[in-house]
């Protein structure tokens, strides 16, 4: 049952990283392409529409099952990482449309964000830098690094609210997969969610809010909640 905006008590904003902050996704398969031909493996349009938005640990081992790998998913995963960082800078990232616009109405409304991402943490920390968003996303938990458990579980998000002294029931996420949108509304966050420029997803069970962009969230936010 969807939940009407504005929720009662926001008092922080959660952001997923990989299609809502950053079109990140080109470069996260590109760099799985390469990675996964290396043992002879051929990534499918079938499995990536189906496993993207899970943290990488889940997503290779949802690969193997399906493929069988001739390297362990910690290698995999390594390698993979390691490509991400490297090609980062210079592939092209930007933030979203409508991510400066939000950024700087928290700013202006006192509302606290923190990223909430399934990704490793360097990974997260070199995208954001390419992205040019780094500085002013200081507060960021990998769902990787941070938590015992990756998303569709709630725990990054558990993590990310802490992080900024809120209970996640006082906290709206933003996500653009149906995994990360199961991870954000398990952890009982109000739950945004506009689609990924580059692997839009059906809407997904569990979202309060469905939006075409981030811009028609900065609409509803500017309306509601008035500068502090």
Same mark, same amino acid.
């Given at each position: 049952?969807?939940? @009407?905006? +504005?929720?009662? $008590?926001?008092? /922080? #904003?959660?952001?997923?990283?990989?299609?809502?902050?950053?079109?990140?996704? @080109?470069?996260?398969?590109?760099?799985? !392409?390469?990675?996964?031909? $290396?043992?002879? #493996?051929?990534?499918? &349009?079938?499995?990536?529409?189906? =496993?993207?938005?899970?943290? !990488?640990?889940?997503?290779?081992?949802?690969?193997?099952?399906?493929?069988?790998?001739?390297?362990?998913?910690?290698?995999?995963?390594?390698?993979?990482?390691?490509?991400?960082?490297?090609?980062?800078?210079?592939?092209?990232?930007r933030?979203? +449309? /409508?991510? +400066?616009?939000?950024?700087? =109405?928290? !700013? /202006?409304?006192?509302l606290?964000?923190?990223?909430? *991402?399934g990704?490793?943490?360097? $990974?997260?920390? &070199?995208?954001? %830098?390419?992205? /040019?968003?780094?500085?002013?996303? +200081?507060v960021?938990? *990998?769902?990787?690094?941070?938590?015992?458990?990756?998303? @569709?579980?709630?725990?990054?998000?558990?993590?990310?609210?802490a992080?900024? %002294?809120?209970?996640?029931?006082?906290?709206?996420?933003?996500?653009?997969?149906?995994? %990360?949108?199961?991870?954000?509304?398990?952890? %009982?966050?109000?739950?945004?969610?506009?689609? *990924?420029?580059?692997?839009?997803?059906? $809407?997904?069970?569990?979202? !309060?809010? @469905?939006?075409? *962009?981030?811009?028609?969230?900065?609409?509803?936010?500017?309306?509601?909640?008035p500068p &502090?």
């Amino acid at each position: 049952m969807r939940r @009407p905006f +504005p929720p009662p $008590q926001l008092r /922080g #904003v959660l952001l997923d990283l990989d299609g809502t902050l950053v079109d990140t996704e @080109p470069l996260h398969k590109a760099t799985a !392409d390469d990675v996964l031909a $290396q043992i002879g #493996v051929t990534l499918t &349009a079938e499995d990536y529409r189906t =496993l993207a938005g899970r943290g !990488d640990v889940d997503f290779f081992r949802a690969l193997d099952a399906r493929h069988g790998f001739r390297m362990s998913v910690a290698e995999i995963i390594t390698r993979r990482t390691a490509l991400v960082v490297a090609r980062a800078p210079t592939f092209g990232l930007r933030a979203n +449309p /409508g991510v +400066p616009e939000l950024l700087d =109405l928290l !700013d /202006g409304r006192g509302l606290p964000r923190a990223v909430a *991402s399934g990704s490793v943490r360097v $990974q997260i920390d &070199a995208l954001l %830098g390419a992205a /040019g968003l780094l500085a002013r996303l +200081p507060v960021r938990v *990998s769902g990787h690094d941070d938590v015992p458990r990756q998303k @569709p579980a709630p725990d990054v998000y558990l993590a990310a609210a802490a992080a900024l %002294g809120l209970q996640a029931e006082a906290c709206l996420a933003v996500e653009d997969s149906r995994t %990360g949108v199961a991870s954000a509304r398990a952890a %009982g966050c109000f739950v945004v969610w506009v689609p *990924s420029p580059s692997f839009p997803c059906a $809407q997904p069970d569990g979202v !309060d809010l @469905p939006l075409a *962009s981030l811009h028609e969230l900065v609409g509803l936010l500017h309306a509601h909640f008035p500068p &502090a």
